[in-house]
């Protein structure tokens, strides 16, 4: 846990009470989270440095997941990434999954979580993720 | 008279044998017999060489018009009926031609010609009427095939006759070279010969030899009515029985003429004109018919074609819409599973956190529902997902190469897992059993490993259950797991020790909602059925023992084709027993 004391974490997702869960759940296991529920608002306070991780929602309004990513890492290019999704990933499904997945076939599905995720699987998940 | 008769309608068309008996040849006979009657006086109506001369070369001319007819439409329909008919008026004008053109050079010698010319006009008659028996008894079964009704005994013939070609072909080209040395010899003959007994005169029948040429005739006429020409459509066949029955009073009246030029012999000769000219006027019916027909069918294939392209746009317009709505039923799922998901997330990790906090073992117990719930309503989701990509077809496999050990011992790991921390009441063990096979296959190994998962879980939930409601013995409660590689298929059992199957569910376990677990979907067999088929590969269960009452528990098996040249086994001895002890 210790060793998650250090770690910042941003979480972006447009529903409310994923955000609040995920960041409840991280905060349990000693990680620092910011969450926004805005991806425009996420950019534009978004610094070179500071974050360890980036947990990104892929459908929101606005703007994906994917693009806020490109946008992200213009502004920090070391930073890591895991995309959550409600869509199917892990089933083979990617192809009709959704059309945002689609066109963007270069992120494999190892950096994406599927939703709904148990709690301990999260955590294994964003630990895994920082090694 | 008989060319009046022609003129019929095309609804009549289908007449009875006796109806067209009546009207073509009862009928015709009438004013034929009171012509032969009046024909018996000789000096009724005498004519000169001159007039002969006219009336055999309308003669000439118009058998010439119709061997040049029969004889291309058996060109071109390839169509030996008429080829016979043909060559027979053929041979018939040609004879005619060498009739008329001798009996005009030699116009001044009356005792040349009266031999001359009955042994000509005999020699013309017979190939003709030789001709149209092998056309009408031997050939006409073989046109049938271009003309509507006909017999059953037709059809045999046509199929015997299509059986022996060859043998019938020798047949007829043996009469046809006989037949025609025959009539060759004998107008070539007639020349310089006069045959025994070629003209009687002192005998009713002045001219016997028109005898066979006549029975000639009336065999034809038999033979139309045997072989159910009549039945024919085309006004051709009426033209032709027509025509027999004319030439049959021309023969006859042919047979009593004294001498030539008497009555008997110029009404003869004009019948055959006159049946010739029925004859031609049978073709250009048949030719009119023919079109009105074509231009009819012409009009329905035009019909028929538009309708079939309105159907093929019809059929194009439904694709599209049906494409349309698969594509919007996919969204559909996709974005359906999306909705379903997302909810789940919060209450799933809220309660979990919410469960570590609370320290009141009541009120643990109440999230603990809420918990047990919010998973299950998230299997269910999962589930009902599945069910609807497989009922949409749009269940899309992701191969990759794996090794099946690997996911059956992750399988057993997880399952072992949960148990332990599960912390039932449970006081038995269970041990899951399974010896490592490393089967390499090409699969998609997410749903392979949700269908693993799936069947180890409801083992393990039908054992426990029989744990629960029996007294079960120490070490008894037993899974066993086996893969195996057989015949290029790679083999999964499950053995447990659990409740069995219900002998009146088995028939449709793999249904949907057909059995379901202690806390299950009732879905997970209908989906691992799917899946498995999806793959080429066979899903089935059974009751172990030799009672079928399940109290031995059950084996449920499924094989897998097994990527080709890729396929591996090793085995391994070290045999690893998931020992699980609650409580």
Same mark, same amino acid.
Request: zero cysteines; aromatic letters at 10%.
């Given at each position: 846990m210790s060793n998650n004391r250090n770690t910042r974490i941003l979480l972006v997702d447009d529903e409310y009470d994923i955000t609040?869960?995920?960041k409840i759940v991280l905060e349990e296991s000693g990680f620092v989270v910011d969450s926004f529920n805005d991806p425009l608002l996420a950019l534009m306070n978004f610094k070179a440095g500071i974050y360890g991780l980036l947990l990104l929602d892929i459908k929101m309004p606005k703007m994906n997941g994917f693009e806020l990513f490109r946008q992200l890492i213009k502004i920090d290019g070391k930073v890591k990434v895991c995309f959550i999704t409600a869509f199917d990933v892990s089933k083979g499904d990617v192809k009709t999954g959704s059309t945002i997945l689609d066109n963007n076939n270069d992120y494999s599905d190892k950096h994406i979580i599927q939703k709904p995720i148990l709690i301990h699987d999260l955590v294994n998940r964003v630990k895994a993720e920082l090694s | 008279m008989e060319s009046s008769s022609l003129f019929h309608k095309p609804k009549s068309l289908l007449c009875s044998k006796y109806e067209i008996l009546i009207k073509y040849t009862l009928v015709p006979s009438i004013p034929l017999s009171i012509i032969a009657i009046l024909s018996a006086n000789p000096n009724t109506w005498m004519a000169s060489e001159i007039h002969h001369f006219y009336i055999e070369l309308f003669a000439v001319i118009l058998a010439a018009v119709l061997a040049f007819y029969y004889i291309a439409r058996a060109r071109t329909l390839n169509d030996k009926f008429s080829l016979f008919i043909g060559i027979g008026f053929l041979t018939s004008a040609l004879i005619d031609l060498l009739h008329v053109t001798v009996s005009y050079i030699s116009i001044s010698d009356p005792l040349f010609l009266k031999y001359f010319i009955p042994q000509t006009w005999f020699a013309g008659r017979i190939f003709l009427s030789a001709m149209l028996?092998?056309?009408i008894a031997k050939y006409s079964a073989l046109s049938s095939s271009r003309e509507g009704g006909v017999g059953e005994k037709q059809k045999r013939k046509e199929i015997e006759a299509i059986q022996k070609p060859n043998k019938l072909q020798k047949t007829v080209v043996v009469y046809l070279t006989i037949l025609a040395i025959l009539a060759t010899s004998v107008a070539i003959s007639s020349l310089f010969l006069v045959f025994p007994a070629s003209v009687i005169d002192n005998y009713s029948i002045h001219r016997p030899y028109e005898i066979?040429?006549?029975?000639?005739?009336?065999?034809?006429?038999?033979y139309f009515y045997k072989n159910q020409l009549y039945k024919r459509k085309d006004a051709f066949y009426k033209g032709l029985l027509g025509y027999l029955i004319v030439d049959i009073f021309s023969q006859i009246i042919m047979s009593y003429s004294a001498a030539s030029f008497d009555t008997a012999h110029n009404v003869a000769h004009v019948l055959k004109d006159a049946g010739y000219f029925i004859n031609i006027i049978a073709l250009a019916l048949s030719s009119i018919e023919y079109n009105a027909r074509l231009r009819q069918s012409n009009e329905k294939l035009m019909y028929s074609n538009k309708r079939s392209k309105e159907r093929e746009e019809t059929i194009r317009v439904q694709y599209e819409r049906l494409k349309e709505s698969d594509k919007m039923k996919n969204e559909f799922i996709n974005v359906a599973a999306h909705e379903l998901r997302t909810p789940i997330q919060p209450i799933l990790s809220l309660t979990e956190v919410l469960r570590s906090k609370i320290k009141e073992p009541q009120q643990q117990e109440l999230v603990d529902?809420?918990?047990?719930?919010? %998973?299950?309503? +998230?299997?269910?989701?999962e589930d009902i997902l599945d069910v609807t990509k497989i009922e949409s077809q749009s269940l899309n496999l992701k191969d990759e190469s794996f090794n099946l050990?690997?996911?059956?011992?992750?399988?057993?790991?997880?399952?072992?897992?949960n148990m332990v921390s599960k912390k039932s009441q449970q006081r038995n063990v269970i041990k899951l059993s399974y010896q490592p096979h490393n089967i390499f296959i090409e699969a998609d190994k997410a749903r392979i490993t949700q269908v693993i998962f799936n069947l180890l879980n409801n083992a393990v939930k039908f054992t426990e259950a029989k744990v629960v409601n029996e007294e079960v013995g120490e070490g008894r409660s037993i899974i066993n797991i086996n893969a195996e590689n057989v015949d290029g298929h790679a083999i999964v059992s499950i053995k447990d020790t659990g409740t069995g199957i219900d002998p009146e569910i088995?028939?449709?376990?793999?249904?949907?909602?057909?059995? %379901?677990?202690? +806390?299950?979907?009732?879905?997970?067999?209908?989906?691992?059925?799917?899946i498995i088929q999806a793959h080429g590969g066979k899903i089935w269960a059974g009751n172990n023992g030799d009672t079928k009452d399940g109290k031995g528990g059950a084996t449920f098996r499924f094989s897998l084709p097994i990527s080709k040249g890729n396929s591996s086994i090793i085995h391994n001895k070290s045999e690893v027993n998931q020992i699980v002890t609650k409580q």
């Open positions: 609040l869960a995920f | 028996v092998i056309a066979p040429s006549l029975v000639l005739f009336i065999v034809a006429l038999f529902v809420t918990i047990r719930n919010a %998973k299950r309503l +998230q299997h269910l989701t050990n690997d996911i059956i011992t992750n399988a057993i790991d997880d399952i072992t897992t088995m028939p449709r376990l793999f249904e949907k909602f057909a059995s %379901k677990s202690y +806390q299950g979907t009732g879905l997970g067999l209908f989906i691992s059925k799917s």
